[in-house]
C-alpha cells in the first residue's frame, strides 16, 4: 500500500514532519478523500514512502487517533473512523481550494506559507476580523 495521495513531507519546511504528515491526513478526511474505514499505509511503509523515521509517522498516527480520525486496530491496521460522515467538502470550498493550488504552485509559494495564509483567513473569519488586523 503507498502513501495516500498528496501525503508529502518537505524536510526544509519549519513545521515538523509528523504535523506535516499528521496535517495533510487530517485534511484528507476531513475533504472526504479518505472515507471512513480507509485503510492507512503501516507505520514503516509510510515512513519508507516519505523518507522519515517510523516514529514520526507513528506520532502522527498517535495525534490522529487522539482527534478521533483514525483508529488502530490489530488485524487491520490503521483506519479511518472519522471525517466522512456523508458530507463531502461543499463544492464551491473544494474548487476555490484547488483554484488557490494551482495558483500557488503557478507562483512558486511553498505549502507552509499557502497553508498559513489559510489558518490565519479562518481565524479572521471565526473572529470577525477584518485582514492586517
Request: charged letters at 20%; aromatic letters at 2%; a neutral charge.
Amino acid at each position: 500500500m503507498s502513501s495516500p495521495p498528496g501525503i508529502t513531507v518537505d524536510l526544509a519546511s519549519p513545521v515538523p514532519p509528523y504535523e506535516q504528515i499528521r496535517g495533510q491526513v487530517a485534511a484528507l478526511v476531513g475533504a472526504g478523500e479518505l472515507p471512513d474505514g480507509a485503510r492507512l499505509p503501516t507505520i514503516r511503509a509510510l515512513a519508507a514512502d516519505l523518507g522519515v523515521a517510523a516514529g514520526t509517522v507513528a506520532r502522527a498516527y498517535a495525534e490522529l487517533e487522539q482527534a478521533g480520525l483514525v483508529a488502530s486496530r490489530r488485524r487491520t491496521g490503521t483506519v479511518v473512523t472519522a471525517g466522512s460522515s456523508g458530507r463531502p467538502a461543499p463544492e464551491r470550498v473544494r474548487a476555490v481550494a484547488e483554484s488557490l493550488a494551482r495558483a500557488a504552485r503557478e507562483d512558486g509559494v511553498d505549502d507552509a506559507t499557502v497553508l498559513a495564509v489559510v489558518r490565519a483567513a479562518l481565524l479572521r473569519a471565526a473572529t470577525g476580523a477584518q485582514p492586517g488586523m
